[in-house]
């Protein structure tokens, strides 16, 4: 059944996976309602306070640092026992710098994890194109991974293998990378959008919500930010 206040599914559980982006600083990572602050947190808050009768339940299972693999192993505690109707995921950035074995072998991983993910047949899955920003100096600075920018193209590559995933197992997407870039073509800087190169800031916090509001179909919602023309990325993988 579909409530007719939020146009999801009668007390849904939405579900939160990822690495340190969805992880937003969460200092209990046995306690999965912990939102972190990210956007998490903003559809946490905003869900809470538009639809204060609804019974939804929220989990964030982030982790800070973890990988693909990091996630597939953790599927039974992080997934399976929480048995959601919606899951949002955005993973890949940290495969880059961790060992990373070339695009067929990322592939190999994230097919893996796509596999694994349904413990509900009907559970509506988004997913994240992971982005990685050209630093300057200050954000290097801020940033605990040597010469970030060296890796954007690996990040560009496993990208794509999750846009192709995506269409293939006919889940939804958030082409993320195109949408921040056509943020920075309007005249926002990188660093306004990310400190040091990878993690968001509110600004774009507020980004990811807007596109995760609007392909759960939120009764009501209007983004911040507008919408973003995505139509060539999508023809691309279609």
Known sequence: DISEMTGLKKDAT?????DSITDGGR????????MGANHPKLF??????????EKLTIYNTGVSGDTVLDQYFRLQEDCYD???????????????????????V???????LLDGIPPNPDAKIILFQPYLFEPNEAMQKNCVIPDV??????????????????AEY?????YLAEILEQQHQKGTSYQEMASDAIHPTQMTARIMLDQIMLKLG????????GTYDVSAIENQYK
């Open 170 to 174: 006919k889940l939804d997407i958030i």
């Open 27 to 34: 200092t209990d990572y046995s306690n999965k309602t912990f």
């Open 106 to 112: 990322f592939e190999k991983s994230y097919r893996s």
């Open 44 to 53: 946490y808050d905003y869900m809470k306070k538009h639809f204060p009768d």
């Open 218 to 225: 939120v009764k009501g919602y209007e983004p911040y930010f």
């Open 82 to 104: 929480l048995n959601p109707d919606y899951i949002v995921m955005l993973l890949g950035v940290n495969d880059s710098w961790n060992f990373y074995k070339g695009k067929e």
């Open 14 to 18: 939405i579900l939160f996976m990822g």
């Open 149 to 166: 920018g060296s890796y954007i193209p690996t990040v560009k590559e496993m990208g794509d293998v999750i846009c192709r995933l995506a």
